[in-house]
């Protein structure tokens, strides 16, 4: 009988073997790792590899927020379990799902170590940077409880506010948060003390609402009592297409070029100004009126832009007279003048220079002679080569016959005469019914001759298609392109051009 228990042994250590012929694991779960950013989307689920014990898989089950327990409920499907929270999970949280090793299948096999996965709803992202702060470093408070305003490139929690921000000496004081949570604000509970220079610290501990830290220490010093230091300009700006300064504006009587039609200006102080103040300074002498596109309020720096388009080729004023405030009520003291002259190369009109007309016009691919060339500042020329050469009227007289017109355009840089502009208003007028040309096609490329007009060749150049019916009558040739011819950059000419030919 003592024998039997050593015969039994191998074959209940191989039992045990065949129980774990297959080990109980976590197959697959949702969502998935990464960020989610449609938190309401998200389905928490965890999929078995066997048939779970449901009451133990539910009560090792976890899931927590930004490292708090949330509670739901549970249901199931088959061998996956599905997780609902009680409250909708939420944007900017980093979450942790946990399934403790207790959980097991319907033999008892439990999971050979605890299972964690983590997903987020909280995009990556740079770190939260100041971007600007009142009162400036070694600046003033002026008023009894005036703010403390701190903005951010992104958003940030309250909680940082109060825990990473400190005033030395100590101020008691409440924050609160503007400008879609990017601005925190601190409005003390009691006045500054007068003649108190404070120190303000933002520990690098301060967290946005990304969570993500600023990183590094921030320290700044101001002092509590009447500021009696006028505002300087320190700087006058051409702005490009992004906003960014292109080129310093000098002061009269240096003249300003380069500016489009669309140009924009800012204005740089050494301390935030008043911009209605800064408003009423400020004329233009002649030219549209100026609309502020900063913010009304405080500001150390202010953009500008204009009413309406320049005109090419203008000039005028921009004056700045004294009289600008600041938060302590001191007027700056200095006048400037700028001389702005709007000559951009992307605001230039398109403007007609001359045409080229065909020998034989009936003929459209006929480059004899390369054409007659006849430009906008010699007006009253005859329509004719030379004695010997037939001119561009030498057809049949009375006869419809197919012909083209060249016209050349000075254009702004990357930009050339819009075709449905120029098909509008182009036109061709006889005296004494001497010759018609009525246009029924515009074309910018594809010419009837392969090579520009030589001198001509840096200009845009347009082909005009039409009927022509000469007669016998001598009279005056007129091609006319009418006010206000477009480019494809939107700029607009308002000038009619006229070139008179002799027939």
């Not at 509670?71 to 944007?91: K, M």
Request: glycine share 8%; aromatic share 10%.
């Amino acid at each position: 009988m003592k024998i039997i228990p050593c015969l039994l042994l191998p074959l209940l250590i191989g039992s045990c073997d065949l129980l774990r012929d297959s080990s109980f694991e976590v197959e697959a779960w949702s969502p998935g790792e990464g960020c989610h950013q449609s938190p309401e989307n998200i389905l928490v689920s965890v999929l078995f590899s066997r048939d779970p014990d449901r009451a133990a898989a539910e009560q090792a089950f976890s899931l927590t927020e930004d490292g708090l327990a949330l509670g739901g409920s549970f249901a199931w499907e088959g061998r996956r379990l599905f997780f609902t929270p009680a409250a909708p999970l939420e944007r900017d949280r980093n979450y942790l799902l946990t399934l403790l090793a207790g959980a097991s299948d319907t033999r008892g096999i439990s999971l050979e170590k605890k299972f964690e996965a983590s997903f987020t709803t909280r995009p990556q992202s740079r770190r939260p940077e100041l971007v600007s702060f009142y009162p400036p470093d070694e600046g003033f408070l002026t008023l009894g409880r005036e703010r403390v305003e701190l903005s951010f490139s992104g958003p940030v929690s309250l909680n940082s506010c109060v825990d990473a921000v400190s005033l030395s000496p100590s101020q008691a004081g409440t924050w609160h948060l503007e400008d879609d949570e990017r601005t925190a604000v601190f409005t003390p509970a009691e006045p500054w003390v007068l003649g108190t220079r404070y120190r303000l610290h933002i520990s690098s501990l301060f967290a946005g609402k990304t969570g993500l830290t600023l990183g590094q220490d921030f320290f700044c010093h101001f002092t509590a009592g009447p500021d009696d230091t006028p505002p300087v300009l320190t700087g006058a700006y051409l702005l490009d297409a992004s906003g960014e300064p292109e080129t310093s504006m000098e002061l009269f009587p240096e003249e300003n070029s380069r500016w489009e039609r669309d140009s924009r200006f800012c204005l740089d102080f050494s301390e935030p100004v008043d911009t209605a103040s800064l408003k009423k300074c400020l004329e233009v002498e002649p030219g549209p009126s100026l609309v502020m596109e900063t913010a009304p309020g405080f500001a150390d720096s202010v953009i500008f832009g204009f009413s309406g388009d320049l005109s090419y080729g203008s000039r005028f004023l921009i004056k700045l007279n004294a009289g600008v405030r600041d938060r302590g009520e001191n007027e700056s003291a200095e006048a400037h003048v700028f001389r702005i002259y709007a000559d951009g190369i992307y605001s230039k009109p398109p403007a007609l220079i001359g045409i080229r007309l065909p020998v034989q016009p009936w003929k459209l691919k006929n480059a004899a002679g390369g054409g007659l060339v006849f430009p906008l500042d010699e007006p009253f020329a005859v329509l004719r080569v030379s004695e010997d050469t037939a001119d561009w009227t030498d057809v049949d007289y009375e006869t419809d016959k197919s012909a083209w017109i060249e016209l050349y355009f000075d254009a702004a840089e990357g930009a050339a005469p819009d075709l449905f502009s120029l098909r509008e208003l182009f036109r061709a007028e006889a005296t004494n019914n001497a010759l018609s040309f009525s246009p029924s096609q515009i074309a910018g490329e594809n010419f009837s001759l392969p090579e520009p007009h030589p001198e001509w060749a840096a200009y845009k150049r347009v082909e005009v298609r039409g009927i022509l019916r000469d007669s016998t009558n001598s009279g005056v040739v007129t091609f006319m392109i009418g006010s206000g011819l477009l480019d494809t950059r939107g700029n607009r000419n308002e000038n009619v051009f006229r070139l008179p030919l002799l027939k």
